[in-house]
């Protein structure tokens, strides 16, 4: 955490900080349950059935979730232990959507693949056709899961880049620019030049991008992941690449995560980031401070400030 995420934590709270930065073994899990009133866990920390199984009497009253999330912890477990969730919602939006547009312009004009080629000493200079990529202005973009992150990119791809917006949800929304619901999936697939994934993770969404919809992309279209790796089928994502069912991808995040498959790191239409969605100090911060309000609030015995 922030250094003045950690200073409010050791101020306010009888607070074991863990020093490591790998995800929670199994054992610490437990033990963090069984000896601790309030957690505050992250991605990777997986809070599955098994492991609320394993500790049939937490100390343990909340699970306080740093990141807005929660796929890493299932919800209706932790509610049978007598455990609250809680995350941290708002805090990340910009952020996140700003490291979606990051994605968009780096894969649709070949940043990553330019910057390699200056690194590598070989660029011969600049002529008419060198390195041409697609023109993001205008394009037609389209949004799966229209949440906070979802409205937040086609926002700056409305207003930022004059892109038509079309987005796949459960129910209407109505931002304060032009919008178009897309009947299903493959037909939002079909008709856009960039697909951004921002649904959460879990398993309802596992697998949500298939052969079948990478197929209906246009030969021409890019992929933009700033969900969670799990929502796209990697295996698929590959094939099409490899096959050119698609011209690229932009991915934030992995379905194996920390691993990245070779055939996507070998590939120069491919943009690669580690996760980077929230990574700045302001947001983490912020993340850090909402998780601590909860914490807070959960002491006082107020109700949760966001509640999961
Ligand atoms: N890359 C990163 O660092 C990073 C940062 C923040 C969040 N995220 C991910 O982004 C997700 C979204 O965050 P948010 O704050 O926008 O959440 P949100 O709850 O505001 O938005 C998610 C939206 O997806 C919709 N949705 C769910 N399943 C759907 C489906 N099958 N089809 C269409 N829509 C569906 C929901 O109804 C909701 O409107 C988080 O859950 C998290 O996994 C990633
Ligand atoms: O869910 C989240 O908030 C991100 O993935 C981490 O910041």
């Known amino acids: 955490m922030t250094a003045a995420v950690e200073a409010r934590a050791r101020a306010e709270f009888d607070v074991e900080i863990r020093a490591e930065t790998s995800p929670l073994t199994q054992e610490e899990r437990r033990r963090a349950l069984r000896d601790f009133d309030i957690v505050v866990p992250t991605l990777g920390d997986a809070f599955d059935e098994a492991t609320f199984a394993d500790v049939p009497e937490p100390r343990c009253r909340l699970l306080a979730n740093f990141g807005v999330g929660f796929n890493h912890i299932d919800v209706a477990a932790a509610k049978a232990a007598g455990i609250a969730v809680s995350n941290t919602p708002g805090a990340v939006t910009d952020a996140t959507a700003d490291i979606a547009m990051t994605l968009m312009l780096m894969t649709a004009r070949r940043a990553g693949e330019g910057e390699r080629l ?17 023109h ?73 991008i298939t052969a079948e919809v990478l197929g209906a992309m246009r030969s021409t279209a890019l992929l933009i992941n700033i969900a969670r790796g799990e929502v796209v089928d990697e295996a698929a994502l590959i094939a099409a690449l490899e096959q050119g069912q698609i011209a690229g991808a932009g991915l934030d995040v992995y379905e194996f995560e920390p691993k990245v498959p070779e055939a996507l790191r070998q590939m120069d239409q491919v943009t690669l980031l580690p996760h980077l969605g ?23 015995g107020q109700a949760l400030v966001t509640p999961v």
């Not at 200056?118 to 697609?134: E, F, N």
């Not at 990574?279 to 909402?290: C, K």
Request: include cysteine; proline fraction near 4%; charged fraction near 20%.
């Open 118 to 134: 200056v690194r590598s000493g070989a660029w011969q200079g600049w002529h008419p056709t060198q390195m041409l990529g697609l």
């Open 136 to 208: 993001l202005t205008g394009k037609h973009v389209g949004i799966v899961g229209f949440g906070r992150i979802g409205e937040a990119i086609a926002r700056r791809c409305h207003y930022g880049f004059a892109m038509e917006v079309s987005y796949l949800a459960r129910s209407n929304k109505t931002p304060d620019f032009p919008v178009t619901r897309a009947n299903s999936l493959v037909e939002l697939a079909a008709s856009v030049d960039v697909l951004v994934l921002a649904v959460p993770g879990g398993a309802e969404t596992r697998h949500l």
């Open 278 to 300: 929230t990574a700045t100090e302001e947001v983490r911060s912020d993340m850090g401070q909402l998780a601590l309000d909860n914490v807070a609030a959960f002491v006082a």
